[in-house]
């Protein structure tokens, strides 16, 4: 796709970049610079940054699960509003997965209301010829005390051929 933006691992002088465009992406929930810092550097290899004439306008932070290395987990995905509506954030995620030959699954939570992320994570999953599983994972009353929606865990995988074995 020729519309100038280029996919790359983030750095970590993106930091103060990510944490700008996460506050301009409600809903998601803003992290503090220093957490932003430690997503471009420790997890960049899980990570995706975009950029267009020198601007961030768009970002995903993910990292391996500890205790299943070959699921990517999906922490956050942010496209800029000038960035809307030309596919960016799933150009993004099949770029990560694409840099690492050995994952099999993708995890990610939304809450039930998210109804674009909900599109996006079935589009990948379609895409990817995966089955797609979801639960309550953190609760609005249980773990959130009222103060937050409940977050459902969406499971993706296994992809592709592993699907159909």
């Known amino acids: 796709m020729n519309d100038g933006i280029e996919l790359r691992p983030p750095q970590r002088a993106d930091g103060m970049a990510v944490h700008r465009l996460i506050?301009?992406?409600p809903p998601l929930d803003p992290n503090s610079s220093y957490c932003n810092f430690l997503q471009c550097g420790h997890f960049a290899a899980t990570s995706v940054a975009a950029e267009r004439d020198g601007e961030l306008v768009g970002f995903i932070s993910g990292y391996r699960r500890p205790?299943?290395?070959q699921t990517l987990f999906i922490w956050q995905v942010a496209v800029s509003e000038a960035a809307r509506g030309c596919g960016l954030a799933s150009r993004m995620l099949h770029h990560i997965v694409d840099r690492h030959e050995d994952l099999t699954h993708m995890e990610?939570?939304?809450t039930p209301d998210n109804q674009a992320s909900w599109a996006l994570f079935e589009r990948f999953a379609e895409r990817r010829e995966a089955p797609v599983e979801a639960a309550v994972w953190l609760d609005r009353e249980r773990h959130f005390e009222g103060l937050h929606d409940s977050e459902?865990?969406?499971c993706i995988g296994p992809f592709g051929a592993l699907a159909r074995n």
Request: proline share 8%; charged share 15%.
């Open 152 to 154: 459902e865990l969406v």
């Open 67 to 69: 205790d299943a290395p």
């Open 108 to 110: 990610t939570t939304i």
């Open 23 to 25: 506050a301009q992406c």
